[in-house]
């Protein structure tokens, strides 16, 4: 109840009186239809695969002392490496192109200094190619 409440009240409406009606038809439809469900279900399949994975390209190349977790609800899993320095592995894999997060940006202290953080939501060659040249870094 201010002093330009009423203009704002017409600039607003004047905004959303006509909102796009193609686009909230078709979207309508895709709802209506099962096709939204469709695609959540092809897209929960194609990120479990890619999880799947990564996960395994992880066991397959990384020491055996590395230990792997997987956070339920996310795209992540979470290496262990005892003794290895996260930042310094960062460093070196940035350079070399690889995008690892270390585990020290997640704590604040040293608790996961030892901890990488890799993203699972898309697998490729060149990603599978990445956690290889990864896993040589961590052994350096």
Same mark, same amino acid.
């Given at each position: 109840t201010g002093r330009r409440h009423s203009e704002l009240q =017409?600039?607003?409406h004047a905004m959303s009186v006509s909102a796009p009606s193609l686009p909230q038809l078709l979207l309508s439809e895709l709802l209506a239809s099962g096709g939204y469900d469709q695609f959540l279900r092809r897209a929960r399949r194609a990120y479990a695969a890619s999880e799947s994975k990564v996960e395994e390209a992880v066991a397959a190349c990384f020491p055996s002392e590395a230990r792997m977790t997987h !956070?339920?609800?996310g795209f992540v899993i979470w290496i262990?490496? !005892?003794g290895c320095d996260s930042v310094r592995? +960062?460093?070196t894999a940035v350079r070399e192109g690889i995008l690892v997060a270390p585990g020290l940006l997640f704590g604040a202290n040293d608790t996961y =200094?030892? +901890?990488l953080r890799l993203t699972t939501s898309r697998w490729n060659p060149r990603i599978e190619a990445g956690i290889d040249r990864l896993s040589r870094i961590v052994r350096a």
């Open positions: =017409r600039l607003k !956070p339920q609800g262990e490496v !005892p592995i +960062f460093e =200094r030892s +901890f």
